[in-house]
């Protein structure tokens, strides 16, 4: 059964966390923004106060009281303003401060995720998409919480005005429940229908990328899709649109039918003071300002409440189901990576699916790849050659069975050290315009700015022609779009990635996931057989390095020390070159075949 997405933390939890998170970053202007915000609502509510009192004077002609009540006025709007004023500096300060350090650590939950299965899986690239759009305003989260905390003051300080009167006058704030809770549920139900359209939006966005950026550019253009793009887009947009428009009709509604109810509330109060209870000019009065307003901080309420639920705390939920998912996912780390390999890598009943969905990619793999051996993995396209890769690489575990390092559980082992100890080079390969000595040195952080490293780097990737061809070196600057920038092919491309991965000078596990599709084979076949002496040689012997070789090139598959073929997701057969083609099974059928299309 395929697997589902696990659903979002609470909002109180989510909304807990991200106030961790930004007093962690500023405790000081969090608590000023926060306090300011909040009183700055008090001044604004008492005003009606203030107003009954000066009409109650003016009618009784106490000149004493007059005078009070217009200075208590006067303070009360100087108070507000001053407040705001300091409110909003605050606040605009918190969320500058707060900026680089929420987007810090989003960048550092994801990066933290030994796993890929967040950037594969379509479900959680919805919710990882989604969060990426609002997390460059979740610093706003804050300001937005504390405004609603304001405002829902305001709303009970002005109620309590209205119950000093008659405790009747109570239901006029009870009238004004309906629109809280209608445009409350109205921000929910928008949001899951957005949720819902997600793919769409996304698959939206995709194909307008595809229509206006470079990479695609030529084969769009040869093949004329470009038409066919976007009415597709225009088709994904609308089914998002429809599925959003019809959520919103609804609500839309009902929130017209809540405010009409608590119009008609409002008229009959001022009636029942003026009339009913024979209230003094100055309750009526009241009412009215009070009554008005009372439309007024619902209305903000509502809207600060519809922001805050329909947008902050949602981006808020999502950054702790992150946490939550990093979390999860940091292993017990209880035995250490080993320095060098003695018996070598051993595979136990490994099976694996992809997460949410239910085919076996591999099935019941038992084989020990061993210590200093070069090992070949070969198969038809979907026989689960580059997910084997993945699981000795750490970015999935397996569905069952196990993954031995010298007898050592890998699952038990720290992750990151464990890669600190793999080089190589896969087919889907990045390609990062920076400077080319960086862009080569990223495969070894430590020794980044180390040009004699990088050299040694790009004469095993046999990439020296590359360089050479570079108008300053090592020091030209990738990518056309950049100052002084240059573009290269993708043959070359694929040679700086080799290079990448041959910056480290002692892996326990060179894997080698064919990235060399764009070379001819010639040049393949000699870099792959300079590359196995070299893991045959005292050097590689002296860590017992296991070099994964994956390619279709059976003229580069025959020199490997093991041959182990996929088929359907399982182990058929392995062994060296003549011991296979000797057998007369799978793997001589396709060497057959693949050397007749040579002669």
Known sequence: MASRSPDLPPTRVALWRSLKLGYRAEPLLIVVAGVTTIAAAVPDALFALGLKLLADAVVAGDNRTLVAAAAALGALTAASWLLRLVSERANRRFADRSTVVIESHVARLQASVASIEHHERPDYLDRLSILRDQVFTLNHLYGALFVTAGAVLRLVVTIALLMSLHPGLLLLGLLAVPTVVVSTWRAGAERVAEERGAPQLRLARHLFALGTTAPPGKELRVSGVGPRLITDRSAAWRRWYDTVAAARWVSAWWQTASWA?????????????????????????????????????????????????????????????????????????????????????????????????????????DVLLPAGAVVA???????????????LCRFYEPSAGRILIDSADLSHMPVEQWRERIAGAFQDFFRFELPTQHSVGLGDLERLEQTPAVEVAVDRAGARDVIDRLPH???????????????????????????????????????????????????????????ADAARSRDGAAT?????????????????????????????????????VARGGQYAELYGIQAAGYR
Do not use: C
């Open 377 to 391: 993995v070969v198969g038809e396209n979907g026989a689960g050659k580059s997910t084997l890769v993945k699981l």
């Open 544 to 580: 017992g390095r296991v070099t994964i070789l994956v390619s279709h090139r059976f003229s580069t598959v025959r020199m490997a020390d093991l041959i182990v073929v996929l088929d359907g997701a399982r182990v058929v057969e392995f062994g060296t070159h003549d011991d296979l």
């Open 261 to 365: 109810l608590f119009g008609a509330a409002y008229v009959g109060a001022v009636a029942f003071v003026a009339a009913v209870i024979d209230g003094s000019p100055g309750d009526v009065l009241l009412v009215l300002a009070a009554g008005s307003r009372l439309s007024q901080y619902v209305g903000q309420t509502v809207q600060e409440a519809n922001f805050l639920r329909g947008f902050w705390l949602d981006a808020s939920r999502r950054l702790a189901w992150l946490e939550d998912y990093a979390a999860a996912h940091r292993k017990r780390a209880d035995l250490p990576v080993p320095t060098r390999l003695t018996d070598g890598i051993r595979l136990e009943g490994v099976s694996f699916r992809y997460p949410g969905t239910e085919r076996l990619v591999l099935d019941d793999v």
């Open 473 to 531: 070196g090592l020091n030209t600057q990738l990518g056309p779009t950049w100052p002084d920038g240059v573009e290269v092919s993708f043959g070359q491309w694929q040679k700086l990635a080799l290079a990448r991965g041959f910056m480290r000078d002692e892996p326990l596990l060179l894997v080698l996931d064919e990235p060399t599709a764009a070379l001819d084979a010639e040049t393949e076949h000699a870099l792959f057989e300079r590359y």
